[in-house]
């Protein structure tokens, strides 16, 4: 017979708990010891570039079409553009991919599922939107049924404007979201226009009380 997880001493967690437990038994009892500054020289050192070499090198983005914007996803890897060059390797479950590409319009029955798969994918992970009716809601901008933009309910990093998205604007966007990782180390990315943004963050509307939303607040005349 299985015991309940309560009696059998098991514990979950979700990615962000785990990466916090992590940091609070094991990183900071290190840090307070003798080889601390040790560590920390390593991890900035070489060991950190290979580390950040290695994310911006394979970005594998969740194997997920919403709607017409996934065939342009799909021909990225065809022969012609081979998307893989550049270490995107589409992956079929959350638990093994870094980057969220999003590309359709998202409905309010569709979006408990995307803000769960979000939750699903370990750290550190991406989000790319992909298109305008993944950006702003595109044509279905008025409908009671879409949501007005994947970052009301996920962090996103990258926006690829276009309807449809071009597979060369694509790969693009997979090469921004490759520069903005190699400048985690300074926080920043400095766009082409002079505008600094963050490295390390994505772009969430403040929602208040930490909750997520589908709905922009509007003002109609």
């Given amino acids: 017979m299985i015991q309940p997880a309560e009696q059998a001493n098991i514990y979950t967690f979700k990615s962000k708990e785990f990466v916090r437990w992590v940091a609070q038994n094991i990183d900071a009892p290190l840090k307070r010891g003798p080889g601390g500054k040790i560590l920390e020289k390593v991890k900035g050192g070489l060991v950190g570039e290979f580390f950040n070499w290695a994310k911006r090198n394979s970005t594998w983005p969740l194997h997920f079409g919403i709607m017409c914007c996934a065939i342009e996803m799909a021909a990225t890897s065809d022969p012609r ?22 590309n359709g319009p998202i409905s309010l029955k569709l979006r408990p599922a995307v803000r769960r798969l979000y939750e699903q994918m370990a750290e550190p992970k991406w989000v790319i939107a992909m298109g305008e009716c ?3 809601g595109g044509p279905y901008y008025d409908s009671y049924s879409i949501v007005k933009g994947s970052y009301t309910f996920v962090p996103t990093d990258i926006f690829i404007p276009g309807c449809p998205v071009r597979p060369e604007a694509l790969i693009d966007g997979f090469l921004k979201l490759s520069a903005k990782i190699r400048a985690e180390k300074s ?5 082409k226009k002079g505008r600094l943004v963050s490295a390390r963050e994505g772009q969430l509307m403040n929602m208040g009380k930490g909750e997520y939303t589908y709905e922009v607040p509007q003002v109609r005349s």
């Fill in 187 to 191: 926080g920043w990315v400095r766009t």
């Fill in 81 to 102: 553009y081979d998307v893989e060059r550049f270490g995107v390797i589409y992956r079929s479950s959350p638990r093994q991919v870094d980057v969220l590409l999003l």
């Fill in 134 to 136: 993944t950006i702003c």
